[in-house]
C-alpha cells in the first residue's frame, strides 16, 4: 500500500500515524509537508493526522485547510483516493469541504483524554470492513474541539446515507447524535476524533485500532 502522511505547523500524531500505518501494512508512508502543492503518483492513502496546527487559531483546522497540499488532497479525493483525517485531521476536512460538518469546543470546555468506547455504525466502507456492525471498540481520544455539530437536515442526511462510521458509546463531549466518525458520501474519505494509530498493538492496551489500517491495505490488494 502506497500512503502518504501530511505534516502541518503544529501537527504532533505525524509520526504516530505514519509509525502504525508501517507497522501494520509493512510499508512505511512518505512524509509531506504542508507547503507541498502535488502528491506523489500512484497514492492509495493519505493520512491528515492530529495535532494543534498553526495553534488551532482563528478555528481547529481552519488555517491548516488553506495550506498548500489540501488542495491536492481535494483533488486526490475526488478521483477516489482514500484520505484518512484523524483528530486534529477531521477538523481540517470539515474546514475543507470534504466532509460535513463541524468541530467546536467540547461541551463542559475541558480536554478529554482517556480511551474511549466506540460503536461501529458501518461496516462496508473501505477502513471499517473489518469490524462488525455494531461492534463495540476501545480506543483513545485526545481533543479540546471534538464537539461534531450539523444542522438537522445534514444529520439526518449522513444517518439516512450510512455515512456516520463510529458513534460514542457514552457521550463525552456533546457531539450531536455521539458521532465520533464521519464518511463522505463515496465513502473514500473519513474522519474521526478518536486515534486509531494509538491503539494497534497490545503494548498500547489493544489493537482495535490495527483492524482499520488493515481493512485499507486489504482494499487495496481488492483493487490491485
Known sequence: MKSAVITFPGSNCDRDLAVAI??????????????????????????????????????????AARSPVVGAVVEAAARGVAVLGICNGFQILTE?????????????IRFVCRTVALKVENTASRFTKLYQPGETIHIPVAHHDGNY??????????????QVAFRYADGINGSARD??????????????????????????GGTDGARLFEALAQSVLERA
Not at 32 to 41: M, V
Not at 96 to 108: E, I, K, Q, S
Not at 192 to 197: I, Q
Open 96 to 108: 475543507a469541504g470534504l466532509l460535513p460538518g463541524a468541530l467546536m469546543r467540547n461541551a463542559g
Open 179 to 204: 458521532i465520533a466518525g464521519v464518511l463522505n458520501a463515496k465513502g473514500n474519505v473519513l474522519g474521526m476524533m478518536p486515534h486509531p494509530e494509538r491503539m494497534v498493538e497490545p503494548l498500547q
Open 149 to 162: 455539530f450539523a444542522d438537522d437536515a445534514t444529520l439526518d442526511r449522513i444517518e439516512g446515507d450510512g
Open 22 to 63: 508501517e507497522r501494520v501494512t509493512g510499508h512505511a508512508p512518505i512524509r509531506l509537508w504542508h507547503g507541498e502543492q502535488t502528491l506523489p503518483e500512484g497514492l492509495d492513502l493519505i493520512g491528515v493526522p492530529g495535532g494543534f496546527s498553526y495553534g488551532d487559531y482563528l478555528r481547529s483546522g481552519a488555517m
